[in-house]
């Protein structure tokens, strides 16, 4: 079940949106909330994802997340198209080839941070002996080797959020989607946050994962990411190439 | 996921809303025990009337007693089958003679033959005196449970001047106020009936003419009766009234004598005077009924058959005993109905409770689903949960069920004693009703769970993590 930190994906793209689209019916109106957005996410890229509230850009990311079915179009993960794929196959895409950040951790509040990491690999069935070993590695390195028997209420913003990242990365998925993960952060914590993150893709040894980032803050994405694929009313109004 | 992990994860869950799934939980928990008290009372009787009833000897013993060939049949209900062929048949009926208790004896799966001895005697204890019903017991009868409460001890022999008394002819025996068990080592004089030959017509005819040849056929004919005295030393009391606990049925009497001395006193039955008063082919000596013993229930029915084809009235409780059956099934079925009422309203409960957990998890449920939980990890958590919550209600059920047994039994001897009578178990609590009750808890719990598991499984996980 677990997928190995160094499978590349063989046609180079670990993500591509071939025209998809979301539309909502509410009443009489269609919201397009994404439109006909093509987009092609390398191996090993840091993209952000950047526009204003109601842009689209949460919306694309819960589809690339396998959390959300797209009205038309099609989304390649890995080489395998998640519009075809069954509930239980998109179950299994988000606890193997992702891990999710939420803006607001998203921590489950009554259990420790260990229970709360060790949540994915319940759902994977990873053996119960294993457990302990990737818990305490995932949590040590967001530097939270300490807190693991803290409830989340015990700890701070940021620790939280690191908490939630070493819960996404567990699995250890070649995937990492953000959204807006400094964004109930302050903007020391989040700098930190981000840190955490940009060592994520590039670590200092071993193979780097792809991230895509969904943030407001231009100057975040400008500093960390590869690429900013800006959205407007739910379709790319810009592209940015920055490293 | 893994039983484990869904276990511990529902586990978890249900400790987090103690107070409303405690209550769910406690809801079950009275369902389960109004229907383990209810049925553990249905089957408590059952078993009371079934112990009564083989503690006399009914399910294995078969009476025997000689066919009364009229045109119509067999007065008196005498329960022997008899064949078309049989019925129209008026040849003299067979006697029950040593023959033939030899031939009974000797049919598959009899245990032992023995005589019925029952008559009317006086029994006298100065000052007081008593008519009762006398009646021979086995020395079998002292490991067959008929005398289970028994106080005292058993004939310490077959042929010996031993009485056994019933609890009320005891009291009645014996000076106001005195408990029944004054009478052991008391000696009782019992006033009979008792018949002598006549001697035979040929000898008769001999001492009034010597040279007479005498036949062979010729045997002693008819009999006088003349009243007759014995002593007797009581040596057990058994418990009830000789209408009610104790020995009932076939041997129902108030004063038991061991068989063997029974047919020795010679006393004047009711089949005598028939006996004089019709031909008879018999031979040796003839009896008014015989009590067969099988080696079980299951051989009754065969060993009945058998016994009638032998030209015999046969008798057996075995297809009242079958009525007995059918009558307590309807009966526990309509305690289990009405049992099973209170644990239909429990379930609504645990509708209510998973219901609301969903509402309250909407977010959990979300996180999960974008964690990697498939529709059935997070219906499966549902159904665990309801589950669990079957489980324990459903061993805290049957406790609670035990516990009011308890009281209800306690209640019941207290009310019996007071009323002077014995107090018998009337609950019983067996291991299937035990594991019946719980798995029955847990089931309904899963069913109860459907619908509350389908709808979490349903969420939206995109909504659901909205949802504040």
Redesign the interface.
């Known amino acids: 079940m677990n997928v190995p930190e160094n499978v590349i994906s063989t046609n180079g793209f670990a993500i591509r949106t071939d025209r998809v689209s979301r539309h909502y019916k509410m009443g009489d109106a269609l919201i397009r909330a994404v439109d006909q957005i093509s987009l092609e996410v390398q191996t090993g890229e840091f993209l952000a994802l950047l526009g204003a509230s109601g842009s689209g850009k949460s919306t694309l990311l819960n589809l690339i997340a396998g959390l959300d079915r797209p009205s038309s179009g099609a989304i390649l993960a890995q080489g395998r198209d998640l519009a075809g794929m069954s509930s239980e196959e998109l179950a299994s895409h988000r606890n193997q080839t992702i891990g999710i950040v939420f803006q607001s951790f998203q921590l489950l509040p009554r259990m420790t941070l260990e229970e709360n990491v060790e949540l994915p690999l319940r759902l994977a069935e990873v053996p119960r002996g294993e457990r302990p070993e990737r818990v305490r590695e995932a949590l040590d390195r967001v530097g939270l080797g300490a807190r693991v028997k803290h409830r989340p209420p015990e700890l701070s913003g940021g620790e939280q959020q690191r908490a939630a990242i070493a819960r996404a990365l567990v699995n250890r998925p070649m995937i990492l989607l953000a959204d807006e993960p400094t964004g109930n952060l302050d903007t020391k914590t989040g700098e930190e946050i981000m840190g955490l993150i940009a060592a994520i893709h590039r670590p200092p040894s071993g193979a780097g994962r792809t991230i895509v980032m969904v943030t407001h803050e231009r100057a975040l994405a400008e500093r960390f990411a590869d690429r900013i694929v800006t959205l407007s009313d739910g379709a790319i109004s810009r592209e940015e190439r920055l490293r | 996921?893994?039983v484990?992990?869904l276990t511990e994860?529902a586990a978890?869950n249900l400790r987090?809303a103690v107070l409303r799934n405690s209550l769910t939980t406690l809801g079950i928990a009275v369902g389960v025990a109004s229907l383990v008290a209810l049925l553990s009372l249905g089957v408590g009787l059952q078993q009371l009337v079934n112990r009564s009833v083989a503690r006399a000897g009914l399910f294995d013993t078969v009476s025997v007693r000689p066919r009364q060939n009229t045109p119509f049949g067999q007065p008196g209900g005498g329960g022997g089958r008899r064949t078309p062929r049989e019925g129209s048949n008026l040849e003299p009926p067979r006697a029950l003679d040593d023959a033939a208790r030899k031939e009974i004896a000797a049919l598959p799966n009899v245990l032992e033959v023995n005589p019925e001895v029952r008559f009317t005697a006086e029994a006298r204890l100065e000052p007081n005196s008593q008519l009762v019903l006398v009646s021979g017991m086995a020395q079998s009868s002292q490991s067959s449970g008929t005398l289970d409460g028994m106080t005292g001890k058993f004939f310490s022999g077959p042929d010996v001047q031993e009485v056994i008394v019933q609890g009320d002819m005891a009291k009645r025996l014996l000076e106001d106020g005195k408990a029944p068990t004054a009478l052991l080592g008391q000696e009782i004089t019992l006033r009979f009936a008792q018949r002598q030959a006549l001697p035979p017509p040929s000898q008769q005819a001999a001492a009034d003419a010597p040279n007479q040849a005498v036949g062979p056929d010729e045997e002693a004919m008819g009999f006088s009766i003349v009243p007759s005295e014995k002593k007797f030393r009581v040596v057990g009391v058994l418990p009830g009234s000789d209408s009610g606990g104790g020995p009932v049925g076939f041997n129902n009497a108030g004063l038991y004598l061991p068989l063997a001395v029974a047919e020795k006193l010679q006393v004047v039955q009711g089949a005598d005077l028939r006996d004089v008063a019709r031909t008879s082919t018999g031979v040796g000596q003839r009896y008014a009924a015989l009590n067969v013993r099988a080696t079980g229930p299951a051989a009754v029915t065969q060993l009945e058959s058998s016994i009638s084809h032998m030209g015999f009235a046969a008798f057996s409780l075995i297809d009242v005993t079958r009525n007995l059956r059918t009558f307590f099934a309807i009966f526990d079925l309509f305690l289990g109905i009405f049992g099973s009422l209170a644990l239909a309203v429990a379930s609504l409960g645990i509708i209510n409770t998973l219901v609301m957990a969903i509402l309250e998890r909407r977010?959990?449920i979300?996180?999960?689903?974008?964690?990697?939980?498939?529709?059935?990890?997070v219906r499966q958590l549902f159904f665990a949960e309801a589950g669990v919550m079957g489980l324990v209600g459903g061993v805290a059920g049957v406790m609670l069920g035990w516990g009011i047994g308890r009281v209800i039994q306690f209640g019941t001897m207290v009310y019996m004693k007071r009323q002077g009578l014995s107090s018998p178990n009337i609950w019983s609590v067996p291991w299937w009703l035990v594991l019946g009750a719980i798995g029955f808890a847990v089931l309904i719990s899963l069913v109860s769970g459907i619908y509350p598991a389908s709808r979490a499984a349903q969420l939206d996980?995109?909504e659901a993590?909205r949802y504040e």
């Open positions: 996921m893994k484990r992990d994860l978890r987090e977010r959990e979300g996180v999960l689903k974008a964690l990697g939980a498939a529709n059935r990890d996980p995109v993590l």
